[in-house]
């Protein structure tokens, strides 16, 4: 019986499509599974045609509806899988197949398909631009060195006349995925034996044969990264009804060598930009060491609830609902896990207080003690210096560095300042309170006292965590192989936090891994939000640097986000409802499409406009709404750990992105001024980036001075 083959080319049109036509489409499928052989040779009312002139003559066509068609790679070597690659119009269907050209890669063995004759066209426009262009992109690289990379002779050709970045993205669109990967790296400057480790190596089928295979059903295998073969109907039917989800947490070869190594010598550091898998590379990680034995417990941690309940419902997806397994994984936040811990261990635990309510009892201690200090200076100073570095007493205060605080403070000052940290805390426990960083300094007491908890612990967005939260996290498991494994990404940190991971006593030197390629956004959308952090540096995970996102790209493309500013507020919400009106009626889901936007005040009145014009909606606070069909409302900071297929960005304007009330003046404090700044820009970036297709950035007023100088018009 046929075999049938999902291409990611077909998930993304399939997204797009209308309801009738997926449901033609399901209907198609389902027809498909059920023949034979002999069967579907016969046409069974599938009415399976070749591609006249098709460059590739193993290309078909299926019938979907009287207007549209199926473009199928059908095989020609007696194995029996075919592969849907994508459902078009029906005259569009059959140009499309003929351009399009499947082979395996001769170096990753992989499936990949370029259009052959878009190449042949424009390859000797190129050549003849070349002969008058000082340099050459590639002219340093040798033809065998390219050859054992998996560059094909038509590429080849055409790479040998690329003088620039800016026509190899001009043929991106044209060339075979691997393929087109290896030259993006080197085109940012890796060497060929880097790009043969970061990329060869880890696609490449481990035992793979050294001579060209034929075989189709075994390139498709190979080719897991982009094509998934459905092996019955009731999973045929879940992942066309379902395929946003069903890919969700899908491995892609650039995360699998790091997700699946047997086991690491000690703590692992997996960093890269958003949408590079880290969240789905922790993800798989769990998995593995589920599978490598029956009993260990391991501990998945994040920093805030709603990410929380995202990795747990993920993690549900990945592990097919195994209650067994889902038993033995901890999903929750660190400061939840501490104060869990803490109440087993303690008969009373003081109720943790707000950053709200603590800089407000700051306040009244600097009134009471007349401290020459604000309440925003001291709350910060007991945040980054005082419980950064686990400091007891007024001698370790006095002895502490205090790098990265951008005012000066003298023993008699620090004498001051450490009455009033005595005062706090005084204060705190005669009302019953602390907070929830002092109950995470208490947890990892306890733990070093009475040992670890967990096997393993994983932690994702790790960017985010204080060390009085990593301390927690380093005493829940014993020091050793396949202790610690932590994701994150520097550019998305959006919390006060500072860290050096090293000072911790986690060190990952020789185990870090740094994610390159973003399967989420388009290149459009990641270049352009890569442009709201150019002009800024920020310190890695480690701290001992700066964290960069050279090489760092997508593989898709698409529209080019949208900027537009409004008179005022009442003009650029209608102008959003017309928006998200305009995305429903083609063909995006409202559930597929996040609002964002600094504050819910701005949240509320998009709420309403919406609801009159009948749109459903969802508001997202301390959880994932996964189960309501309604357009997602959240704040900034709740957009962290979402991904949709269209994004607005509302409100970024200049009194809102930065908030002025969350940026220390430069007078008081230049370093810590610069730190807020970065880290309202690093909201921004991050909204932005939880776009899959569609981003659109509004703003009432003066824009907002992150956007680029050319986006504020």
Known sequence: MPRLAFANSFWDGYDTLEKPIRAGVRKAMAKFQALSAAELNADKGLHLESVENSRDPRMRTIRITGFWRGVVLAPDDGSDVFLLVNVLPHDHAYSWAAKRLYSANTATRALEVRNAVAIDQLTPMYEEVARKAPELLFEKVSDRALHELGIDAQVLRAVRSISDKAQLEAFATLLPEDQLEVLQYLAEGFTPDDVYRDVVTVRRPSGSPSEPIEDLATVI??????????????????????????????????????????????????TGGPGTGKTVAALHRVKHLLGRSDDSRILLATYTNALAAGLRDNLDLLLDGEE??????????????????????????????????????????????????????????YRHVVLGQNLRDLDSYLAASRNGRGTGLGPGRRKLLWEGVELFEQTLRDHGETSH?????????????????????????????????????????????????????????????????????????????????NYRSTEEILAWSARLLAPVAVDSLEGDGTDSLAGYRSLLHGRRPETHGYPNRQQEVTALVEQIQQWIADGIAPGEIGVCARFNLALDKAAEKLKAAGVPIARVKGQVMTGNPGVRLAT??????????????????????????????????????????????????????????????????????????????
Request: charged content about 25%; hydrophobic content about 40%; aromatic content about 8%.
């Open 221 to 270: 295998a190979n080719t897991a990264a982009r094509i998934r073969i459905v092996t019955g109907a009731e999973e045929l039917e879940e992942v066309l009804e379902k395929p946003f989800a069903a890919w969700r947490v899908f491995l892609h070869p650039s995360q699998r060598r790091v997700a699946f190594r047997t086991s690491y010598g000690g703590p692992v550091q997996v």
């Open 324 to 381: 067994a397994l889902l038993g033995r994984v901890d999903v929750t936040t660190v400061d939840a896990y501490a104060n869990g811990f803490v109440r087993s261990q303690d008969s009373r635990v003081p109720v943790p207080l707000g950053d709200r309510e603590q800089q407000q009892l700051w306040g009244r201690v600097a009134k009471r003690l007349d401290l020459p200090f604000t309440e925003r200076f001291l709350a910060q100073e």
């Open 437 to 517: 960083l002092r109950i995470c300094a208490r947890a990892a007491d306890l733990l070093s006292q009475r040992g670890p908890t967990h096997q393993h612990v994983v932690v994702d967005e790790a960017q985010d965590l204080h060390p009085a939260q990593w301390r927690v996290l380093r005493a829940a498991v014993a020091t050793g192989p396949d202790d610690l494994f932590l994701t994150g990404d520097p550019h998305q940190r959006i919390y006060d936090s500072r860290v050096t991971l090293s000072s911790l006593g986690i060190q990952t030197s020789g185990r870090s891994f740094r994610l390159r390629v």
């Open 636 to 713: 900034m900071h709740f957009m962290k750990g979402l991904e949709f297929r269209a994004v607005a960005v509302l409100g970024a304007s200049a009194d809102a992105v930065p908030f002025s009330r969350e940026i220390t003046p430069a007078d008081a404090d230049p370093l810590q001024h610069q730190s807020d700044l970065l880290r309202e820009r690093c909201l921004l970036f991050v909204a932005c980036t939880r776009a899959r297709e569609a981003l659109r950035v509004t703003w009432s007023g003066e824009p907002s001075p992150f956007l680029p100088p050319s986006e504020r018009t």
